[in-house]
Nanobody, 126 residues
Framework: QVQLVESGGGLVQAGGSLRLSCAAS????????MGWFRQAPGKEREFVAA????????SFADSVKGRFTISRDNAKNTVYLQMNSLKPEDTAVYYC???????????????????WGQGTQVTVSS
């Protein structure tokens, strides 16, 4: 069982930056692929980014490539999402997700993740 707690959301102006954190419980954090997803009002949940257990493989949605980075600190059981050059369309609730031994092919598939955080609101004003 893995419990995930996100933090770092808030209100920021367009062009600004935020860093989200997701702290995970459990002793085998390094075996879990960690993903970030987001959901805007009235829209489907969508993939943002994911990182392999070792941190050696990352994947990003086209909409955030070049603006967002994902990293992890396995010693702290924490994954980060650094969001730069934020746009109003990035406004959403951001969720952290975890799945053990997930193939790269499935990084962007929300239905492949068993564990989810409660979400943190990110609001980007124009």
């Amino acid at each position: 069982q893995v419990q995930l707690v996100e933090s770092g959301g808030g209100l920021v102006q367009a062009g600004g930056s935020l860093r989200l954190s997701c702290a995970a419980s459990g002793r085998t954090f390094s075996s879990y692929v960690m993903g970030w997803f987001r959901q805007a009002p009235g829209k489907e949940r969508e993939f943002v980014a994911a990182i392999s257990g070792s941190g050696g493989t990352t994947s990003f949605a086209d909409s955030v490539k070049g603006r967002f980075t994902i990293s992890r600190d396995n010693a702290k059981n924490t994954v980060y999402l650094q969001m730069n050059s934020l746009k109003p369309e990035d406004t959403a609730v951001y969720y952290c997700a975890a799945e053990e031994y997930l193939a790269v092919l499935y990084f962007a598939r929300a239905d492949r993740y068993d564990y989810w955080g409660q979400g943190t609101q990110v609001t980007v004003s124009s």
